[in-house]
């Protein structure tokens, strides 16, 4: 096959494409990324230099720009998408631009094309949150985010494609991701470089929010597994199967860094904040997948990454970053000033 992978300069973009170039070698790729804060050439370092690979810099919104595109390629694979929460509720206007309206430009690309496989990464987010058991693929969705919202809003359109065209379209929902290479604003890559440089991990509420946390190559094998092997028109979650709490996060992150426990920081719990998401990924696992990496596994692959990769991650938290994260992780109700040292605290570098 070739490829278009939007969004490929992302986090599970680029793990994709680098899948995809080390595991299939008479496939090639080109990669349509807008290049957002998120986006970055140097997650594509190792296979710049393959004949198999492309670059284009531009934005899936641009209607002439895709349809070129998709008329030199035989699928489009879909990560480009805004995707942080936290972002979503400043700024919802830029999700529904990319994640709906992006998403309706390649699919009408795809379909003038004549496409016969067009993969769109979800989320699990579009469940909302699941107090009790895990979401199946045929459950409602109840998005509690302007990014989730986005999400699903897309997933609604694909299918409405689905039935009126009989657009052949899969959907993969994956959990929360984690791994080399993900922007420091997420959870995981936050706590992390933040510990490496002796400075607070704040973490949301009283810390028992739960995610189903899956190592970034996990969910870029499972995204190959059903694009080649899926059912046009149907979804497919992908996850873990586990449970690992902000506080669990935290914690684990400080053994494998050695920083203070004092480090950790209850802050203000983010708006509409879901307690838990979890996944039943047993039409994944249908198709042969199964994921490789337990969270204790993943974390100590992901923290040594980070510590042996500052060049990669300490320009990236500059100025916009450290505004950004000033204006959002605020001090609790109720909570007493952190003790930590001044030259410790969250501020800029």
Request: net charge negative.
């Amino acid at each position: 096959m070739k490829i278009c992978v939007t969004g490929g300069a992302g986090f599970i973009g680029s793990e994709f494409v680098r899948l995809i170039l080390g595991t299939h070698p008479d496939d090639s790729v080109v990669v349509l990324d807008k290049l957002t804060y998120a986006g970055n050439l140097e997650n594509l370092s190792s296979v710049r230099d393959d004949a198999r690979f492309e670059f284009v810099h531009g934005d899936i919104a641009d209607v002439a720009l895709v349809d070129g595109i998709a008329g030199r390629v035989d699928a489009i694979v879909n990560f480009a998408a805004e995707s942080h929460v936290d972002r979503s509720l400043e700024a919802p206007g830029a999700f529904i631009q990319t994640d709906v309206y992006g998403t309706f430009v390649l699919m009408e690309a795809a379909r003038h094309h004549g496409h016969t496989r067009f993969l769109h990464v979800s989320t699990d987010e579009v469940y909302g949150q699941v107090r009790t058991g895990s979401s199946v693929e045929g459950d409602r969705f109840e998005p509690r985010s302007p990014y989730s919202a986005s999400k699903a809003a897309a997933e609604l359109l694909i299918q409405s494609y689905v039935v009126s065209y009989g657009f052949p379209a899969l959907v993969t929902r994956g959990s929360n991701t984690y791994g080399p290479y993900q922007f420091p604003e997420k959870i995981i890559p936050l706590f992390i470089t933040n510990a490496l440089d002796g400075r607070e991990l704040p973490v949301y509420g009283d810390g028992t929010a739960v995610r189903d946390y899956m190592y970034v190559t996990d969910h870029a094998r499972g995204i190959d597994v059903v694009l080649r092997q899926g059912e046009p028109g149907q979804a497919y979650n992908l996850g873990f199967g586990g449970e690992v709490s902000g506080n669990e996060v935290a914690n684990r992150i400080v053994e494998l860094t050695g920083c203070s426990a004092g480090l950790i920081k209850r802050v203000a719990d983010r708006a509409g904040h879901d307690m838990r998401y979890s996944l039943d990924s047993s039409r994944a696992k249908a198709l042969g997948w199964a994921p490789q990496y337990d969270f204790a596994a993943g974390m100590e692959k992901t923290v040594a990454w980070y510590r042996e990769n500052r060049a990669w991650w300490e320009p990236l938290k500059a100025d916009d970053f450290w505004q950004f994260y000033e204006r959002n992780y605020r001090e609790a109700p109720g909570q007493a000033p952190a003790a930590a040292p001044a030259d410790l605290a969250p501020v800029r570098p």
